[in-house]
């Protein structure tokens, strides 16, 4: 049986991003393997069906540790032997193409999830990121942007011969499975332990720098101070800033207003149950938080972004506003708050345009990639 590697940073990548990947290789005859820190595995992967190898990479491209996982990897791809490398993320991008290309490894694919560079980054990403993607392009037989802006930047890569950039909507959502999710209200809140009458904020992403979770938090810290007693807020995720964003809401005072709820295998039906969804992260790829608030039918507030430029329209299916500007994101949640005809709007807007990001057309368009990369590399 032919063989199949997925390689990642970290091993939720399978269960959150890549079941539909995982089952259409099965499909087309493939064993499939995983590899990645699994250090974050959670009980989910059980249900992938697939062959596990961790190894030690990182996310920081300045740990020594990846020298280490570098040459694990190695190891695993020379001897298994496999016959076709998908790469996700930074890192694993890095690290899988370098070691497919080591090991005469074909076909790779490499998705990226939103590239280190783009417009307001650093300039010190644009030197050194955009020139290691120039670099790894090279030993890449296709690579998949999963927005404009990455799309644009990567036409200008030079890939393998016969080697083709796509543009992927994303990681695809099941809108159906969501839109249908039947939800008591009333209970449903009471286990979240949020009042029936409390206009509910959610939040969705891991608890780090990059997710900009401090902004809606100081937002609602706001809110609370001019009065506004009703409006509670839910955070879903984990990572290694929940102290810090639990002191930061204790000092504001909305300790009794902004609930962590860590790691949770129900967000549909949290989704269900809340009125707004906020969203306010410094970088994006394109954010399958943000697609499953739009197939809640749920209207929202995003920082103005990559990514999150691509699915909202300001204005039509939600708001935009700038990175660390609290005023304006106060001002946006109180627009919404007090307009239910709005929000109502926007809500119908949110469940036609995340049509086109449904699990079903990434599916139908990852299938054509696969098969169209195969029969490439047997030419």
Request: charged fraction near 25%.
């Amino acid at each position: 049986m032919r063989k199949a590697l997925l390689v990642s940073t970290v091993s939720r990548q399978f269960t959150l991003f890549d079941r539909d990947n995982i089952r259409i290789l099965k499909e087309l005859g493939y064993e499939v393997h995983c590899a990645a820190n699994f250090e974050d595995a959670t009980p989910d992967l059980n249900s992938l069906g697939i062959v596990r190898h961790h190894f030690d990479i990182q996310r920081s491209p300045y740990s020594v540790k990846n020298i280490k996982a570098f040459f694990q990897l190695l190891r695993i791809m020379k001897t298994e032997r496999f016959d076709l490398v998908h790469c996700h993320a930074p890192m694993g991008g890095v690290l899988g193409r370098l070691c497919a290309q080591l090991t005469g490894t074909r076909p790779v694919l490499y998705t990226a999830h939103g590239f280190h560079f783009y417009k307001g980054a650093p300039i010190i990403n644009n030197l050194i990121y955009k020139n290691i993607e120039r670099i790894a392009a090279h030993w890449t037989d296709c690579l998949l942007a999963m927005n404009r802006e990455d799309y644009i930047a990567a036409q200008h890569f030079r890939l393998r011969d016969g080697g083709k950039v796509y543009y992927i909507p994303g990681v695809g959502v099941d809108t159906n499975a969501i839109n249908n999710v039947q939800v008591d209200r009333r209970s449903k809140r009471r286990e979240l332990g949020i009042p029936e009458d409390a206009f509910l904020i959610i939040s969705i992403g891991e608890l780090i720098k990059r997710k900009n979770h401090q902004q809606a938090i100081e937002a609602i810290a706001k809110l609370k101070q001019n009065g506004y007693d009703k409006i509670y807020h839910v955070i879903c995720g984990r990572g290694i800033l929940m102290d810090e964003l639990k002191a930061l809401s204790e000092n504001l005072g909305v300790s009794d207003r902004v609930c962590f709820l860590g790691y949770r295998n129900d967000i549909p039906e949290i989704l269900k149950v809340s009125d707004l969804f906020v969203f306010t992260s410094f970088q994006e790829g394109l954010p399958k938080s943000v697609m499953e608030a739009m197939a809640a039918g749920l209207p929202i507030v995003a920082t103005r972004i990559r990514g999150n430029i691509d699915l909202i329209e300001d204005g039509k299916n939600g708001l935009l506003v700038e990175c660390g500007d609290v005023d304006s994101t106060i001002k946006s949640i109180l627009e919404l708050y007090n307009n239910e005809e709005l929000r109502i709007l926007m809500s119908k807007n949110n469940l036609n345009k995340i049509k086109n990001y449904d699990s079903e057309v990434v599916r139908e368009k990852m299938d054509y990639i696969y098969k169209t990369v195969m029969g490439s590399s047997r030419k």
